[in-house]
T-cell receptor, first 114, second 113 residues
């Protein structure tokens, strides 16, 4: 079956612009996670969804970052007024239920803020 | 504060030999540990996990060892194969419903043919 897909695969934007990153999880997976990987860093947790609700938003670095999930499926991560330090690979993962079940990652969106 | 640390950014191993990747953690609330493997331009893929009630878990060529007193885990790959060349991430999660994974910075493993 289809894995986790993310779009766009690459995004170049100018500082101050807004960007939207999309994640299509594996069908039937109730849990969805967003991470980001900055250059030379590990994966940094951003937000977790269970269904459409986000019980854990603790990793969002600032109020410029927001995410939503609709229909228990597709999720969008929005970064407003992008800054150069937002440049990173943004990874989405889904799992059937809890964190104790394997998370399946998408290929990521590589964001470059000029 | 890096709660999961992989102190070796890179490791080179001869094909057929054992690869040992190390990971240290500081958070005593972590009770579930995972290893992920990542190829360039792809998302990480799950490799193997271990719960804190165990000290060893084996899956084919891959074995993970957990030393809770030292807050240390390691991944052994034997025998190493060229296809094992990738970046390996150690990750951990806390007990009691905290749903996020905390990742290390990764170790780039290169298998030399």
């Amino acid at each position: 079956g289809a894995g986790v897909s993310q779009s766009p695969s690459n995004k170049v934007t100018e500082k101050g612009k807004d960007v939207e990153l999309r994640c299509d999880p594996i069908s039937g997976h109730t849990a969805l996670y967003w991470y980001r990987q900055s250059l030379g860093q590990g994966l940094e947790f951003l937000i977790y969804f269970q269904g459409n609700s986000a019980p854990d938003k603790s990793g969002l670095p600032s109020d410029r970052f927001s995410a939503e999930r609709t229909g228990g499926s597709v999720s969008t991560l929005t970064i407003q007024r992008t800054q150069q330090e937002d440049s990173a690979v943004y990874l989405c993962a889904s799992s059937p239920g809890s964190v104790r079940e394997t998370q399946y990652f998408g290929p990521g969106t590589r964001l470059l803020v000029l | 504060d890096q709660q999961v640390k992989q102190n070796s950014p890179s490791l080179s191993v001869q094909e057929g030999r054992i690869s040992i990747l190390n990971c240290d953690y500081t958070n005593s609330m972590f009770d579930y540990f995972l290893w992920y493997k990542k190829y360039p331009a792809e998302g990480p893929t799950f490799l193997i996990s271990i719960s804190s009630i165990k000290d060893k878990n084996e899956d084919g060529r891959f074995t993970v060892f957990l030393n809770k007193s030292a807050k240390h885990l390691s991944l052994h790959i034997v025998p190493s194969q060229p296809g094992d060349s990738a970046v390996y991430f150690c990750a951990a999660s806390e007990r009691f419903g905290n749903e996020k994974l905390t990742f290390g910075t990764g170790t780039r493993l290169t298998i030399i043919p």
